[in-house]
C-alpha cells in the first residue's frame, strides 16, 4: 500500500499545481465549458487522492485486502475521469469525453468497496 500513498501524495500535489495553472495560466483562453471540465477533473483529483491517503492509513490500522481493490478502483477512476476531462479542455478533442464516466464508474466501484469492507469489519 506504499505505493498506493505516494500515488495519493503526488495527486494531490499535482492537484493543486493543475488548479493553479487553470486559474493563472488557462483563464480566457478555454471556453466557459471547458474551463469548467477542468475545475471539475481538478477537484475529483484533490478529493479521491485524500481518499487515497485515507484508505492507506485505514488499511494500517485494519488491514483488508478489500481495502486495496479499493484504492486501486480509485486511482484508476482519477486517471481515467480526471485524465480524460484534462485532455478534452485542453485538446478539445471530444472523443476524451466518454471515458470520463468509466472513471466515475471506477470511483463509484472504490466507494462501493470501501462500504463493503466496512460492513465486513463490523460483523
Known sequence: ??????????????GVMLGAFAAHGLKGRLEESMMSAFQTAVQ???WHSLALILLVLLY??????MLQW?????????????GSLYLLA???IRWFGPITPLGGLAMILGW???LIASIRSAL
Open 70 to 82: 479499493s484504492a486501486i478502483s480509485i486511482l484508476v477512476g482519477i486517471v481515467l475521469f480526471s
Open 1 to 14: 500500500m506504499n505505493w498506493i500513498l505516494t500515488a495519493g501524495a503526488f495527486l494531490a500535489m499535482t
Open 44 to 46: 475529483y483529483q484533490l
Open 112 to 114: 462501493l468497496l470501501l
Open 60 to 65: 494500517r490500522h485494519q488491514p483488508q485486502p
Open 90 to 92: 485542453l485538446t478539445g
